[in-house]
């Protein structure tokens, strides 16, 4: 897959998402306009969305390479914070039959900050836009199920691979997730997210396995996959 089908809406989430793709234009904007409006009004209206689908889709198949080694098929998939879902599109193009989980935020933050957040408040995500891009991409309605953090009763069932890119322990804290973790994973279960404190994970799980260093990002971070809760 070269580029995915992204609508004009869903490629200025993408682009809130990931920062990265924020044009040196539109970032010189952020700086002379504020936050606000970055959020508000240019993000909204200042976007290429076939560059971006470009750039996204290319982006999130650097990722999927990262994931190799622990993808298959038929596997029953948990994604925390998947922003509008590149990767999990691109695993379900790559691999057969696997289910997909999400759960997410389901508003955009007035002033999106990239920072640590103690609360848990930031969030830039829209849960119809995320199921919109599922569809228009490739994934089968029977085959994913989204839930909102904030409102929603979490699944309960256990899953093969959990995954959380720049999100969990990345934006904010793993204990908003640690004690249902705890109840969804089996001692087979692989989990995989992006800390700022990756040595800490050696006190909560028995196998902690470092697979990419970002040095460029929001913070430094450290991409680890993790197995059996201590
Ligand atoms: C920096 S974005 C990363 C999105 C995507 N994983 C990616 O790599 O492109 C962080 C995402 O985490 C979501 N988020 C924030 N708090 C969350 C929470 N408690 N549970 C699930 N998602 C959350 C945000 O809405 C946002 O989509």
């Given at each position: 897959?070269?580029?995915?089908?992204?609508?004009?809406?869903?490629?200025?989430?993408?682009v809130?998402?990931?920062?990265e793709?924020?044009?040196p234009?539109?970032?010189?904007?952020?700086?002379?306009?504020?936050?606000?409006?970055?959020t508000?009004?240019?993000s909204?209206?200042f976007?290429?969305?076939?560059?971006?689908?470009?750039?996204y889709?290319?982006?999130?198949?650097?990722?999927?390479?990262t994931?190799?080694n622990?993808?298959?098929?038929?596997?029953?998939?948990l994604?925390?914070?998947?922003?509008?879902g590149?990767?999990?599109?691109?695993?379900?193009a790559?691999?057969?039959?696997s289910?997909?989980?999400?759960?997410?935020?389901n508003?955009?933050?007035?002033?999106?900050k990239?920072?640590?957040?103690?609360?848990?408040?930031?969030?830039?995500?829209?849960?119809?836009?995320?199921?919109?891009?599922?569809?228009?991409n490739?994934?089968?309605?029977?085959?994913?199920?989204?839930?909102?953090f904030?409102y929603?009763?979490l699944?309960?069932?256990?899953?093969?691979?959990?995954?959380?890119?720049?999100s969990?322990?990345?934006?904010?804290?793993?204990?908003?997730?640690?004690?249902?973790?705890?109840?969804?994973c089996?001692?087979?279960t692989?989990?995989?997210?992006?800390?700022?404190?990756?040595e800490?994970?050696?006190?909560?799980?028995q196998?902690?396995?470092?697979?990419?260093?970002?040095?460029?990002?929001?913070?430094k971070?450290?991409r680890?996959?993790?197995?059996?809760?201590?």
């Open positions: 897959m070269k580029s995915f089908h992204l609508g004009k809406d869903t490629a200025r989430l993408a809130l998402q990931r920062s793709m924020i044009s234009t539109l970032k010189k904007i952020r700086k002379l306009f504020g936050r606000y409006l970055f508000n009004f240019f909204k209206n976007i290429d969305t076939q560059n971006i689908s470009k750039k889709c290319e982006i999130m198949n650097n990722e999927l390479y994931f190799n622990y993808l298959n098929n038929d596997l029953n998939i994604s925390i914070g998947s922003g509008i590149g990767l999990e599109v691109l695993i379900n790559n691999f057969k039959g289910k997909f989980t999400f759960i997410e935020k508003y955009i933050s007035k002033k999106v990239y920072g640590w957040d103690n609360k848990n408040f930031e969030a830039y995500n829209n849960i119809k836009l995320l199921e919109k891009f599922l569809i228009e490739g994934i089968n309605n029977q085959d994913f199920d989204i839930f909102d904030d929603d009763v699944p309960k069932r256990k899953f093969d691979l959990i995954t959380s890119l720049y969990l322990d990345y934006h904010y804290d793993f204990s908003f997730y640690s004690e249902y973790l705890k109840k969804i089996s001692d087979e692989i989990i995989i997210f992006d800390t700022i404190r990756a800490h994970f050696k006190n909560v799980f196998n902690v396995d470092i697979i990419k260093e970002d040095n460029n990002t929001v913070h971070s450290k680890i996959v993790c197995k059996k809760f201590k």
